[in-house]
């Protein structure tokens, strides 16, 4: 009944960096790939990067180089390093599982990249 819980946007300049953090329930993170969703406004939400359960990584072509996904097992934590942010990286950025039926999502957490 826990909701995921995403933190550490903000607003930074082009070119600066950000990372984000989600904290999910155990039983999920421990058993299913992860991903970071974005969603900017009037847009739909999308899939930006993905780390399964035992680490293997796969990104959107739109961020591939400049972001990174990790997870921490032991804190249940799910990260996302954010390098090189663009104004096109502008977005409320989520956490869910990336496989399987998602649990309900989280408040997001902003990320404005701006002059």
């Known amino acids: 009944q826990v909701q995921l819980v995403e933190s550490g946007g903000g607003l930074v300049q082009p070119g600066g960096s950000l990372r984000l953090s989600c904290a999910a329930p155990?039983?999920?993170?421990?058993?299913?790939?992860m991903g970071w969703y974005r969603q900017a406004s009037g847009k739909q939400r999308e899939l930006v990067a993905v780390i399964s359960k035992g680490g293997n990584t796969n990104y959107a072509d739109s961020v591939k180089g400049r972001f990174t996904i990790s997870r921490d097992n032991f804190k249940n934590t799910l990260y996302l390093q954010m390098n090189s942010l663009k104004p096109e990286d502008t977005a409320i950025y989520y956490c869910?599982?990336?496989?399987?039926?998602?649990?309900?999502w989280g408040q997001g957490t902003q990320v404005t990249v701006s002059s």
């Open positions: 869910n599982v990336a496989e399987g039926v998602k649990t309900s």
């Open positions: 155990g039983n999920i993170f421990r058993f299913y790939a």
